[in-house]
């Protein structure tokens, strides 16, 4: 049986495959992508970061799905969840993310994804809430959260235990999104 994947009008959300790897790698190497995380990643830490991702789907039977875009049939990135367990007020917690080569930017393909995705954590998974969280500062990122109708209390932002005190990295805000914030949108 082929393993479970989600589609949507442009993509395809699937479990990651070999030759994803090496348009992964390109896309962690690439310091614009990576602006907003503390450093790019190399080869073999790229790769590790896949084999993370599958494991995940694994035990927890979701994960972040390799981003295929049907017309053409290219690796774009990833979007979808992940359990977050490091300390915070809101953890654990299940959150959603995306990282997309820059040459697919500006065609609204994350919020596209990422709307799938959350439905699928609300419907099929029976989550209650899921999270989102960046730097205060990456902008682009906190409009796709915005896009997909997720809301932002600043009394929940919080300093990234895992990013460096003295970094501009660390203070991020929280967005989060419920069942009920799907039907009112
Ligand atoms: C955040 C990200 C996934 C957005 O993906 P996308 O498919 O381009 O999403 P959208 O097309 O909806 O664009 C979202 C915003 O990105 C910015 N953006 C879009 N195209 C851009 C481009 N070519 N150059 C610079 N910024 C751009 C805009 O601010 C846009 O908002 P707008 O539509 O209101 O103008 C992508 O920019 C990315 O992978 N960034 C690096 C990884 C990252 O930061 N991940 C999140 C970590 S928490």
New binding site residues.
Partial sequence: MEPMHLRTDRLHLRRWRPEDLEPFADLNADPV?ME?FPRTLSRAESDAFADRIEQHFEEHGFGLWAVEVVDGGEFA?YVGLWSATFDASFTPAVEV????A?R????????EGARTVVADGFDRLGLPGIVS??SVI????R??ME?IGMSHDPGEDFDHPAVAANSPLRPHVLYRLTPADLDRG
């Fill in positions: 992508v907003f990135g993310g995306w990282r997309i820059r697919f930017w500006g065609r609204g393909l994350a919020p969280f960046t990456n902008t682009r990122s409009r796709v896009k």
